[in-house]
């Protein structure tokens, strides 16, 4: 129980520093500043996620004309994803516990396999695994980029491989 509450403290600290340094950002919300509407989106999209069972402390989240969600959602247990991957705009989505993960790596990357280069934005790995990227249509301002990344590589220090 006492590292659960250490690591809460520590998330806390990381993202309210980091989004500190990125007051520009457009959808990255934390804690309490989750609008309903993406509380709602997040419970039908990111499934299994339960805000009642656990705190949401970081959701950036995209919706892409109405078809579908990509984002990150960090809680105090778990990160979840949705997130762009191969070809022809597929998705792949999943969630990490915290007690799973050794390493986390964000990076900006411009030539992704489906676009040819054509669409930047941050591609995302847990413990060496490539889960996707984000940036739906061009969606994503290059602050929320920049604030996701430095977010998602922080996390190590809440993991231990920081």
Same mark, same amino acid.
């Given at each position: 129980?006492?590292?659960?509450?250490?690591?809460?403290?520590?998330?806390?600290? =990381?993202?309210?520093?980091?989004?500190?340094?990125?007051?520009? #950002?457009?959808?990255?919300? +934390?804690?309490? &500043?989750?609008?309903?509407?993406?509380?709602?989106?997040?419970?039908?999209?990111?499934?299994?996620?339960? %805000?009642?069972?656990?705190? =949401?402390?970081?959701?950036? #989240?995209? %919706?892409?004309?109405?078809?579908?969600?990509?984002?990150?959602?960090? +809680?105090?247990?778990?990160?979840?994803?949705?997130?762009?991957?191969?070809?022809?705009?597929?998705?792949?989505?999943?969630?990490?516990?915290?007690?799973?993960?050794?390493?986390?790596?964000?990076?900006?990357?411009?030539?992704?396999?489906?676009?040819? &280069?054509?669409?930047?934005?941050?591609?995302?790995?847990?413990?060496?695994?490539?889960?996707?990227?984000?940036?739906?249509?061009?969606?994503?301002?290059?602050?929320?980029?920049?604030?996701?990344?430095?977010?998602?590589?922080?996390?190590?220090?809440? #993991?231990?491989?920081?």
């Amino acid at each position: 129980m006492v590292e659960s509450q250490q690591r809460t403290q520590k998330l806390d600290t =990381i993202i309210s520093v980091t989004i500190a340094k990125h007051p520009d #950002v457009r959808k990255v919300y +934390t804690g309490d &500043g989750v609008p309903d509407k993406i509380v709602s989106r997040i419970i039908r999209k990111f499934s299994p996620i339960d %805000p009642s069972a656990e705190e =949401i402390k970081l959701a950036a #989240v995209y %919706p892409v004309l109405w078809i579908f969600t990509l984002g990150i959602v960090i +809680t105090d247990r778990n990160v979840y994803y949705k997130l762009m991957q191969g070809y022809a705009g597929l998705t792949k989505s999943g969630r990490y516990a915290f007690n799973d993960i050794e390493a986390l790596r964000a990076e900006h990357k411009v030539s992704h396999a489906c676009h040819q &280069g054509g669409n930047p934005g941050p591609v995302f790995r847990i413990n060496g695994v490539e889960l996707g990227w984000l940036q739906p249509l061009m969606m994503m301002s290059e602050e929320d980029e920049d604030c996701l990344i430095e977010v998602f590589n922080r996390l190590n220090e809440v #993991v231990g491989a920081g």
